[in-house]
């Protein structure tokens, strides 16, 4: 088989953040499929080691601050070590402290650079680290797929979270930027944007009624859910979609137009 279309079941997936919220739900989606997970985790060790241990000997559980390059390198060298094979497959999903809050935000008027600059460490270094760490193992697999997690936010910012857009919007830009020098290695870079999901850490404290204004002007009348979102990351890493890359796919149930 054409490596550039490797099987979700042949990938040895890692998944930044991997141990809860939406981390969690992409985790479980690659293990349903057959895949080998790292599930990364800064503080939540339990439950990384929960979730690699219902998996059957599939999953391992590795602790690195992604905004540290040595620590995510030693994190891939220790995968492939486990796995005996390079990580194909990156999912960059971990998310710096955050709470989807309207009325606790920051405002525009009194956002510090710290609480900008924090979200742009974890969330774009972060891709960077892991994209640049993993990059030599697929370039040797013939084979690679850089599966970012973006926002619906910087296209319809209905609640303006200064700090968390500005991260994910220049997520986009080197998603799309990165799409280009990592082509020629048989990489893909793609982002998938959500929109509030149906509820996760991040969104436990959004209060009810923004949750039924959004479902109200959705096309499905409902907020997606982690599972949901989950499931079409999957497509990013599947052979269906080994002609795409430098993309944005807007899963937010119809909210957003992309």
């Known amino acids: 088989m054409n490596t550039a279309s490797l099987p979700i079941a042949q990938q040895i997936v890692l998944v930044t953040g991997g141990a809860r919220g939406l981390g969690e739900h992409i985790t479980r989606a690659f293990l349903r499929e057959g895949a080998r997970v790292v599930i ?21 559980a590795l602790q690195a601050d992604v905004t540290q390059p040595d620590a995510v390198q030693a994190m891939l060298e220790a995968a492939s070590q486990h796995f005996s094979a390079p990580v194909t497959t ?10 989807f ?13 710290q609480a900008m ?5 974890g969330i774009v270094r972060g891709a960077l680290n892991t994209t640049q760490a993993a990059a030599p193992g697929m370039q040797k697999a013939g084979f690679g797929r850089v599966i970012n997690i973006g926002t619906n936010l910087f296209q319809n910012p209905v609640v303006p979270y200064h700090d968390y857009t500005a991260a994910k919007a220049a997520l986009l830009s080197l998603t799309r930027t990165l799409s280009h020098d990592l082509g020629p290695m048989g990489i893909t870079v793609n982002m998938l944007s959500g929109g509030l999901l149906r509820t996760t850490d991040a969104s436990a404290a959004t209060p009810e009624e923004v949750f039924d204004m959004i479902a109200a ?3 499905l009348r409902r907020v997606t859910t982690p599972a949901e979102f989950a499931d079409a990351v999957l497509f990013f890493a599947s052979p269906w979609s080994r002609a795409v890359t ?3 796919l807007v899963v937010d149930g119809g909210l957003v137009k992309n």
């Open 40 to 60: 990364n985790y800064l503080e939540s060790a339990d439950r990384a080691a929960a979730l690699a241990d219902q998996s059957d000997g599939r999953a391992i």
């Open 117 to 121: 600059n924090q979200q742009m460490e």
């Open 217 to 219: 002007g959705t096309p």
């Open 101 to 113: 809050n309207g009325d606790a935000r920051a405002k525009g008027d009194v956002i510090s650079w």
């Open 90 to 99: 990156v999912v960059n999903n971990a998310l710096p402290a955050f709470s």
């Open 246 to 248: 430098g993309q944005n």
